[in-house]
């Protein structure tokens, strides 16, 4: 086999694993054969599809050096130093620092070539939910300062990105660390003062108990603000939620929503839920499904619920992984119906749709559409759909 050109680095799980393996195929840039697994293991699912890119990488790259970062990496390090794939670990708190990689850190990073560019303000959890192993492999909560974040949003516009995303593993508890404490809506209102020709600013996941007055108004009115909300909702029944050790109850989630379509009716919801928690009996799933629709959840992630080892959930009375598996399909199939019907709602509107480079785009609320098969990447084109096939509109 003939060595790569440059080093390969595979993803896997959150955007802040997306927007850290960029600057990782930055910074081994000059490598070559080499190729980097960027690990999650946010579920038991996410370790197993993790190993599974192991495999699968080494059998495609028989003869390169292969490495092991991101969540995994440290949560079940033993384990897969211990698969014969695998030739190193870098730990994912060093995941980022060059001299981790044996590389000298470029003066300017190369540049990564995206439509959209991720931009990580914050990393790492101060919370206990009981269910998450994540500060195990992330550590604490820390805040990039502001001079910082807009350093890096003037590299990606530089480099031609035509929307920034905001991620983080906890985004909305960017600035806790800093001094005097800054609120998440300082920082995005800096950002959009900072550069008046960015057009799409989006955020990723939020925990909607910590989004703050400032964040709020900006989400309401701010038209750059790109009207797409994703929260880290977890499930719909208050006494799982407590179980869960969240910090928020079912009725916050209703009327922070309801207060945000009041003054932005587009606002495009999207969350994260979770099926077969333990001790969820049918009654609290009937709450997870209802929210959906209460909500108008139209970007759902379903995870069925695993035990990770060393949390407390894992030592709560357990569903049977049969019931938990068809819950996780019935929201699956609630959440499709509520999508497709507000896809469908989309058809014959005008949509400003940022191109991508596989023929499609996403409009403003994040609905993906398809274009025309001369469209330009990177640039923002008038669609008005005419039909929605497949889940595409077009």
């Known amino acids: 086999m003939s060595a790569k050109s440059a080093a390969e680095v595979i993803s896997l799980g959150c ?12 910074l081994l840039a000059e490598e070559s054969n080499v190729v980097v697994v960027n690990s999650c293991a946010v579920t038991s699912e996410a370790v197993r599809q993790t190993r599974q890119a192991i495999r699968r990488a080494r059998r495609a790259n028989p003869d390169a050096r292969l490495l092991v970062t991101g969540c995994a990496a440290d949560i079940e390090r033993e384990a897969l130093a211990a698969m014969p794939e695998v030739d190193g670990l870098v730990p994912n708190t060093a995941k980022l620092d060059a001299r981790a990689w044996n590389v000298a850190r470029p003066a300017t990073l190369a540049p990564v070539n995206r439509t959209r ?52 593993v906890d985004v909305t508890s960017w600035g806790h660390d800093l001094p005097d404490s800054p609120s998440l809506g300082l920082l995005i209102s800096a ?11 989006r955020l990723s996941s939020l925990d909607g108990i910590e989004i703050d007055g400032q964040l709020f108004e900006l989400l309401a009115n701010e038209p750059r603000l790109m009207p797409h909300l994703h929260l880290s909702l977890q499930h719909g029944h208050d006494l799982i939620l407590k179980r869960m050790k969240r910090r928020h109850l079912r009725a916050d989630a209703l009327d922070l929503v309801a207060r945000l379509k009041a003054v932005r009716p587009e606002m495009a919801i999207g969350a994260d839920i979770i099926a077969g928690f333990p001790t969820e009996d049918e009654t609290m799933h009937q709450a ?20 990770r080892p060393d949390t407390p959930a894992a030592r709560m009375p357990q569903v049977d992984p049969a019931l938990v598996k068809a819950r996780a399909a019935e929201l699956r199939e609630q959440a499709s119906a509520i999508r497709a019907s507000w896809l469908q709602s989309l058809v014959g509107k005008p ?8 023929g499609t785009g996403y409009s403003p609320h994040f609905a993906r559409v398809k274009l025309p098969h001369d469209t330009t990447p990177g640039t923002i084109v008038t669609i008005t759909p005419a039909k929605l096939e497949e889940g595409l509109l077009s």
Do not use: K
Request: charge should be negative; hydrophobic fraction near 45%.
């Open 15 to 26: 955007r802040l694993n997306i927007s850290e393996s960029e600057t990782i195929r930055a």
């Open 117 to 168: 560019a991720f931009v990580a303000v914050q990393n790492g959890c101060d919370h206990a939910c009981t269910f998450c192993v994540i500060p195990q492999g992330r550590g604490p909560s820390r805040s990039l300062p502001i001079a910082t974040v807009l350093r890096e949003v003037e590299r990606h516009l530089d480099q031609g990105a035509a929307e920034i995303v905001i991620t983080g």
């Open 191 to 201: 950002i959009l003062h900072a550069f008046p020709q960015l057009n799409r600013l």
């Open 288 to 307: 997870n499904r209802a929210i959906i629709d209460e909500l108008g959840i139209v970007h759902a992630h379903i995870f069925p619920y695993s035990p």
């Open 351 to 358: 949509l400003d749709v940022l191109a991508e480079r596989d």
